[in-house]
């Protein structure tokens, strides 16, 4: 890869209205559900998008470091003449002084720049490597990390995505087309999740394992147990039924209350409820599993369920049938990453974007039954 010189100035690709724009399409683009970062596609993200699509560092060619983007000003991002666009960058390529002059030069002031200065680890540490990740960029090797020459750029069929004539049906076709490419099947498994949510619906349809059909209110945790629900039961309960499910809207329906007060288990409104309780029928099971679905807080802790094993055993249900289960939308995300030191012993969490998997917080034992094999 190869810095392009003054006589090669290859025709620049056509700009978004500005930064913002650019992060919201790369929203689109790079969720953080699939990416498991926002840095993909943050302020920040952006800002070096818009900053590599103005000086074209596109397939090899015109390649960037994140101090093209640093050097980058309000005055100048509005500039839009090859000239200019082109002259930035040789400029860029040499020093931030050199970036004044040349704006002097042309009779206009840079303008306020959109990071402080010593910042350039986030961009490169943090957007960078998560758009390395996903085949976002074309990275030039040969040049090392702290090296002060230039190293990437937009990988050309990433790049056409972010063309201003791409709208509507034909970007979200070019998205979707990029994605199946780009992700593998978990990731895309993701993907599918946001498009669903992005529908709109009022409110969130769960079938739950009877037959019926529950609605639940709109919102991220209302996913997250629809998941639990349709996804999580069928792979570790034979005969599930869900006994009852408490939102903030309705903390349980007066059938599911009649039912718990039938089996000894009558629920006290004013207690800490979890968000669905399920218990697995099967003769050889008799398990009641207490599920909480994290969107922002409220996880399986040792004190909840302490008081989840409290109301069990006024019912006689003795702590050997209890199981807790602490749901999130991905291990990525921000709660989850937040809540895996305060999940009580003993406990699961299970995450929506990868439902063929869960993960088990409990002891090992005392010591091996057999030592090991040579």
């Not at 910042?119 to 957007?127: A, G, V």
């Not at 993701?190 to 529908?199: F, G, S």
């Not at 009852?244 to 329906?253: D, G, M, T």
């Amino acid at each position: 890869m190869t810095q392009t010189d003054q006589n090669d100035s290859p025709h620049l690709p056509a700009l978004l209205t500005g930064r913002e724009e650019y992060q919201a399409r790369l929203a689109v683009i790079l969720p953080p559900s699939v990416t498991g970062t926002t840095d993909s596609a943050n302020p920040g993200a952006g800002a070096l998008a818009f900053t590599m699509m103005y000086v074209g560092a596109i397939g090899d060619v015109h390649p960037i470091r994140p101090s093209t983007a640093y050097w980058m000003g309000e005055s100048l991002a509005m500039r839009r003449e090859d000239s200019i666009r082109t002259g930035y960058y040789l400029a860029a390529m040499r020093s931030e002084k050199a970036v004044l002059q040349f704006c002097q030069s042309m009779g206009f002031e840079r303008g306020e720049t959109w990071y402080a200065q010593h910042t350039r680890e986030p961009l490169r540490d943090q957007t960078l490597r998560s758009w390395m990740d996903h085949g976002v960029v074309r990275v030039d090797e040969s040049v090392k990390t702290t090296s002060p020459k230039a190293r990437y750029t937009f990988a050309p069929e990433f790049a056409k995505l972010l063309d201003p004539a791409l709208v509507g049906e034909e970007l979200n076709e070019a998205i979707k087309a990029w994605q199946n490419e780009a992700f593998g099947p978990v990731a895309l498994s993701r993907v599918d999740e946001v498009r669903r949510k992005a529908k709109g619906e009022a409110g969130v349809s769960v079938h739950l394992p009877d037959g019926t059909v529950r609605q639940l209110s709109t919102g991220e945790s209302s996913w997250i147990l629809k998941g639990v629900i349709e996804k999580f039961c069928p792979r570790v309960m034979l005969e599930p039924r869900v006994l009852f499910i408490s939102q903030s809207e309705e903390k349980a329906r007066p059938e599911d209350i009649a039912f718990l007060k039938k089996i000894k288990m009558p629920l006290d409104a004013a207690k800490l409820l979890p968000d669905c309780l399920i218990v697995d029928l099967a003769k050889e099971r008799g398990h009641f599993w207490f599920i909480e679905a994290v969107a922002t807080d409220g996880p399986i802790t040792e004190a909840r369920k302490k008081e989840f094993i409290k109301w069990a055993s006024k019912g006689g249900l003795p702590i050997d049938k209890c199981r807790f289960l602490t749901a999130f939308e991905g291990r990525g995300y921000g709660p989850a990453k937040v809540a895996l030191p305060k999940l009580a012993n003993h406990s699961h969490s299970w995450y929506l974007d990868e439902p063929a998997m869960v993960l088990t917080w409990d002891s090992l034992p005392d010591s091996p039954e057999s030592p090991p094999s040579a």
